[in-house]
């Protein structure tokens, strides 16, 4: 069997990173993959500015520690102050630029305003030093820099810095488009009478899901036919459109598994038994498009998953996830993991590489879902991510275990 790294990185070798992209709006671009490193033309913050509101002030002219100054003026964010004499203050609010002459900020709670017979007056109850709550030019960003890396997924933190610096529009890659589709004729959709030996398909929507937060176009043909000729019909009607086909069941030699010997005869497959649980067959190949040349644009991309739900879910996550993520231009596809308590007993040591359903409970530990079959969809609701135990590995209450949350691998 192959191991979890080695079948990943195989994967990952294979994949063809999209080429073709779009300009969007800054403002619609969230969740897409960026395709061109972007620079900034200014710096940022533009020009010398305050953090607080307060007075701007010559340091020189509050050593004091009781100095009470001539207020010269008044600077609200937005607008540019005269200079600033010495022995005056500028009341000023957050985010203004700091006058010439200036070079400090006294907060307001530091300062009682007055008025005297020359006017309205300042003492400034603080001893300053110079550059004391002033925000510096390009403090934040340097003007050529490099704020954003290609292959970045665009996030609210990303729009908003690229909005700062003033980009209005971005270069993304296009979406990957994908196609799925369902076998098994024992397969009903909610809403269906269920039939003696029916089960609903609980595969497709969760893949879906998966698929719309990793922000790919999707064509779902549905639950198809168990019969050779329907899969290569839907196989072939996929490849034409997109990029990547992903089943769920069917994957497996038995004689109503048609998935194998359909991608087989509209192209090539490779079938992998994984040191993986749940989740051991992975199905990866290439079904060609009709019309097309033999080379890699004739082809989509096929990745077949095992049909228990929660083999599919996870599979999904440790695989496919990777995948669509390099496809898109992503370079660092890698899923951070957490050292962190168990708070349970695991006896049972397998050959394979265990993702088990744990929770983290109220004392920072982790809980073990009681039931972690294949089948038990409830686990992936009931957790918070996946424990990686390795092959052979026994776990003791107590023992430090790597730990996975669903946050990280659904990002």
Known sequence: MLSVADARDFLLAAARPLMETEKLATIDAHGR????????????????????????????????????????????????????????????????????????????????????????V?????VPVAGEWIRRAGEDIREGATILQAGQRLRAQELGLAASVGLATLPVVRKLRVAVFFTGDELAMPGEALKPGAIYNSNRFT?????????CEMTDYGIVPDTLEATRTTLRRAAQYHDLIITSGGVSVGEEDHVKPAVEAEGRLNMWQIALKPGKPLAFGEVDRSGSDADAAGKAF??????????????????????????????????????????????????????????????????????????????????????????????????VVRFIPFSELMA
């Open 122 to 126: 300042v003492t400034v109850r603080h």
């Open 33 to 120: 993959i960026l395709a061109e490193a972007q620079t900034s033309q200014l710096n940022v913050p533009p020009a010398d500015n305050t953090q607080m509101d307060g007075y701007a002030v010559r340091a020189a002219d509050c050593a004091s520690g009781s100095a009470t100054l001539h207020i010269s003026q008044r600077i609200p964010a937005g607008y540019v102050g005269q200079p600033l004499e010495p022995g005056t203050a500028a009341r000023i609010f957050t985010g203004a630029m700091i006058p010439d002459g200036a070079d400090a900020v006294v907060m307001q709670e530091a300062c009682e305003a007055g008025k005297n017979e020359y006017g309205d």
């Open 302 to 399: 096929f990745l077949g998953l095992p049909g228990n739900p929660v083999s599919s879910f996870v599979t999904f996550l440790l695989f496919v996830r990777p995948f669509i993520l390099r496809l898109q231009g992503v370079q660092d596809v890698g899923v951070p993991s957490y050292a962190m308590r168990a708070d349970f007993d695991w006896p049972r040591a397998d050959r394979r590489n265990e993702f088990l359903r744990a929770r983290i409970n109220p004392q920072g530990g982790l809980d073990l879902f009681p039931n972690q079959s294949s089948g038990v969809l409830t686990s992936t609701v009931w957790g918070d991510g996946l424990i990686d135990n390795p092959p052979g590995k026994t776990i003791a209450r107590g023992e």
């Open 207 to 215: 893949l879906r899901g998966l698929l719309q937060r990793l922000g």
